[in-house]
């Protein structure tokens, strides 16, 4: 591993421990998040490579499923990653294209690409504007742990959590908080369809999703 991944897994890994050690801090809405019929958030970020990505491109010449991650180190996004990998050409026959967007930088974010076998493409968010534009929130402790005992400040327990998950493709990074959030958007840049999770294994249907696509493909 390159010093240049290997520093930005270790600053990953200290915001993952300062996340966890003050706890989930947004987890409400100050006002209306973007909802169905709203114009879907356009930014500029940048793919995997690096290079410069309009949003909107995705969704210009056919509707789009967008879909904001957790952490690269999430159980749950793993187990989702391996759904979506056999449902996308389900969802590609609906008129669907993908594109996801991540708490990464283009490095990092290729080597989590590799280790979940992701084709679509996957653009990088660090700073969460993304997040921030659709209304992704912190989840509440029990959303999150489930019946997983916290407190706030808890270095010993976050730090046995870190190094037990270290060494394999499950490492600890970013923000642990973060749900996850997937939107089908038109060709004319409206949201179709909003489903921001209620906790990490609230995955939508694909039978939802195809709907949503055949609704947007429509209008």
């Given at each position: 591993?390159?010093?240049?991944?290997?520093g930005?897994?270790?600053?990953?890994?200290?915001?993952?421990?300062?996340?966890w050690?003050r706890?989930?801090?947004?987890?409400?809405?100050?006002?209306?998040?973007?909802?169905?019929g709203?114009?879907?958030?356009?930014?500029?970020?940048?793919?995997?490579?690096?290079n410069?990505?309009?949003?909107?491109?995705?969704?210009?010449?056919?509707?789009?499923?967008?879909?904001?991650?957790?952490?690269?180190?999430?159980?749950?996004?793993?187990d989702?990653?391996?759904?979506?990998?056999?449902?996308?050409?389900?969802?590609?026959?609906?008129?669907?294209?993908?594109?996801?967007?991540g708490?990464?930088?283009?490095e990092?974010?290729?080597?989590?690409?590799?280790?979940r076998s992701?084709?679509?493409?996957?653009?990088?968010?660090p700073?969460?504007?993304?997040?921030?534009?659709?209304?992704?929130?912190?989840?509440p402790?029990?959303?999150?742990?489930?019946?997983f005992e916290w407190?706030?400040?808890?270095?010993?327990?976050?730090?046995?959590?870190?190094?037990?998950?270290?060494?394999?493709?499950?490492?600890l990074?970013?923000?642990p908080?973060?749900?996850?959030?997937?939107?089908?958007?038109?060709?004319?840049?409206?949201?179709?369809?909003?489903?921001?999770?209620?906790y990490?294994?609230d995955?939508?249907p694909a039978t939802?999703?195809?709907g949503?696509a055949?609704?947007?493909a429509s209008?």
């Amino acid at each position: 591993m390159d010093e240049v991944i290997t520093g930005q897994l270790e600053q990953a890994d200290e915001r993952w421990l300062r996340h966890w050690l003050r706890g989930p801090t947004r987890t409400r809405w100050e006002s209306s998040p973007v909802q169905v019929g709203d114009p879907a958030p356009d930014l500029d970020l940048v793919d995997s490579l690096g290079n410069p990505t309009r949003l909107s491109a995705f969704w210009a010449d056919r509707p789009a499923h967008l879909f904001l991650m957790r952490h690269f180190g999430c159980s749950c996004m793993k187990d989702r990653w391996g759904q979506l990998n056999q449902e996308l050409p389900q969802l590609a026959a609906a008129g669907l294209g993908a594109v996801a967007i991540g708490m990464g930088e283009p490095e990092r974010t290729r080597l989590f690409m590799e280790a979940r076998s992701i084709t679509v493409p996957v653009l990088c968010d660090p700073e969460g504007r993304a997040y921030d534009a659709y209304g992704v929130v912190e989840g509440p402790i029990p959303t999150v742990l489930h019946d997983f005992e916290w407190s706030p400040g808890d270095e010993e327990t976050g730090r046995e959590l870190a190094d037990s998950r270290r060494g394999g493709d499950l490492r600890l990074v970013d923000n642990p908080w973060i749900l996850p959030a997937e939107f089908i958007v038109d060709r004319r840049g409206l949201i179709r369809h909003a489903h921001r999770y209620q906790y990490c294994e609230d995955y939508p249907p694909a039978t939802v999703l195809v709907g949503a696509a055949r609704s947007a493909a429509s209008a």
